[in-house]
């Protein structure tokens, strides 16, 4: 048999006022990710068979930011309230199975709780106990514990007020008697608005079972309405990043002080040191120590390898048993072979770096080619760029270069060819040879010092 087909409404029309920012509050981001992709990803989780975003404030800015994604935009414009928004959707469900409304500014619901939420029939209301209920819409249940309304706070007298079981607005309920309760909507409350939660009443009317579900924890229902809220969730989301990794093994010296912005896969025993960021995709291989305030993005590590803090990798990939850092920039285009050492105040891009080799002080190496076991002396320098093209330096096996060179591109340093140190190489140094281009060093025998003369 064909599975009853799942529909979701994702409600992002709302301007968000309080975040006092011209980005529609959907794309505000937690962990580097729109709140709104955050609740996409969960609806592709659900496998949902239509995804239809609800917007409004902000022009075209969410459809853009989402161009790509398998979801149907619809315009709410006026935005009438929940309701009214969900009718916007109407004309794209699929008929005959489920629908699920979610709200874009509530980034975290697990999937578990959306899943238990459409797995049984009926109205299905996601709701939680709250020590402090106020701003929400309560549940009001009769003697035998039924749901019979939702009463919205501008609506409620003071005995609803007390109740302290809310509606989180997130609701399921089967896609065609849902449509017939939208067109019955009205308007008549506080607000002048067409409520979402005046279904309840129209299920019951057409003996509809409603039911509710509720989140393992509270902060799967929270939503964003200022930079405040957001700032929690984001503490709440970084905080599950880091429990995740720990019960896959890694250790973490401070679970509170801990950033992901995209996808993290460790290997075994892997130790993360406090105020790391990682964003982008990044692998950290068995035995990788990663030091204090490092920051990896596209970064590949190779197992045992240790990066010593503050340092910086992007679009980098790193062999085995290397050692990073401090304070080491690797840029886009970096490949280090296994047992490299990078220094501090070393910056690489677009170099490849053979075993065993090292640039341990304060070194610019970009677009170069070093081959195995080199030595780059402390303030060598790459002159990779002429101000109008860039240029390729090699520096091949075994070489040396003292300290204080430029090596002026395109130039390439033979197997085993020591330079000396402060010389500025600008034509190729053949192997296994001394190279050097500092003027020579002259003493003045018998040099007076000036004498400061007298002025008055
Ligand atoms: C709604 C519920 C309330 C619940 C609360 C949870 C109704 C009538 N009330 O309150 O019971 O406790 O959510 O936060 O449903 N939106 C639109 N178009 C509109 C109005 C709202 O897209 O015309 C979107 C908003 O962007 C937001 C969500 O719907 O994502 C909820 O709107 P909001 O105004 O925050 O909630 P309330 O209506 O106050
Ligand atoms: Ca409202």
């Known amino acids: 048999m064909k599975k009853a087909p799942l529909n979701v409404v994702i409600l992002a029309a709302g301007k968000g006022t309080r975040m006092h920012s011209r980005l529609p509050k959907v794309l505000h981001a937690i962990g580097g990710k729109p709140m709104l992709g955050h609740v996409l990803e969960r609806t592709a989780a659900l496998a949902s068979d239509r995804t239809i975003v609800v917007y409004?404030?902000?022009?075209?800015?969410?459809?853009?930011?989402?161009?790509?994604?398998?979801?149907?935009f619809v315009r709410q414009e006026p935005q009438l309230g929940t309701g009214h928004a969900v009718q916007q959707a109407l004309p794209y469900l699929h008929a005959g199975g489920t629908t699920l409304v979610l709200y874009g500014d509530v980034p975290l619901t697990r999937f578990d709780t959306l899943a238990n939420l459409v797995s049984k029939p009926g109205l299905r209301l996601l709701t939680a106990t709250l020590d402090d209920p106020s701003g929400y819409g309560r549940i009001v249940r009769d003697k035998n514990d039924r749901i019979v309304r939702i009463v919205e706070e501008k609506d409620a007298n003071a005995p609803e007020k007390s109740i302290r079981e809310i509606n989180t607005g997130i609701l399921c309920a089967p896609t065609d008697v849902l449509r017939q309760w939208l067109s019955k909507l009205t308007n008549r409350n506080a607000q002048k608005e067409y409520y979402l939660t005046d279904v309840v009443p129209l299920a019951i009317q057409s003996n509809t079972a409603v039911s509710s579900a509720q989140p393992s924890d509270e902060w799967e229902i929270l939503g964003v309405n200022s930079k405040d809220q957001l700032a929690y969730l984001e503490r709440v989301h970084?905080?599950?990043?880091?429990?995740?990794?720990?019960?896959?093994?890694?250790?973490?010296?401070?679970?509170?002080?801990?950033?992901?912005?995209?996808?993290?896969?460790?290997?075994?025993?892997?130790?993360?040191?406090?105020?790391?960021?990682?964003?982008?995709?990044?692998?950290?291989?068995?035995?990788?120590k990663v030091g204090a305030g490092c920051v990896l993005r596209n970064a590949d590590v190779g197992a045992g390898t240790e990066i010593a803090p503050y340092s910086h990798l992007d679009g980098t990939v790193v062999g085995a048993n290397c050692r990073i850092g401090p304070y080491a920039r690797l840029r886009p285009g970096t490949r280090l072979a296994d047992e490299v050492h990078i220094g501090n105040f070393v910056e690489t891009k677009a170099t490849e770096v053979g075993r065993r080799s090292k640039a341990n002080h304060l070194s610019y190496l970009g677009d170069t080619t070093v081959g195995s076991n080199v030595n780059i002396g402390a303030g060598t320098i790459t002159c990779n760029y002429d101000g109008a093209n860039k240029h390729r330096t090699v520096i091949e096996d075994g070489a040396f270069i003292g300290s204080d060179t430029q090596l002026v591109a395109p130039v390439t340093i033979g197997r085993g060819a020591t330079i000396g140190a402060g010389s500025t190489i600008t034509k190729d140094a053949p192997e296994d040879s001394l190279t050097l281009s500092r003027a020579k060093q002259v003493t003045i025998p018998g040099w007076k010092k000036p004498v400061k003369r007298n002025t008055k």
């Open 238 to 288: 970084q905080l599950q990043n880091a429990r995740d990794l720990m019960a896959r093994g890694v250790t973490l010296a401070d679970p509170w002080r801990f950033d992901l912005r995209g996808e993290l896969h460790c290997g075994t025993d892997v130790f993360i040191d406090v105020n790391c960021l990682f964003e982008g995709k990044v692998r950290l291989a068995d035995d990788v």
């Open 56 to 72: 409004g404030y902000g022009g075209d800015a969410v459809p853009s930011v989402f161009a790509n994604a398998a979801v149907e």
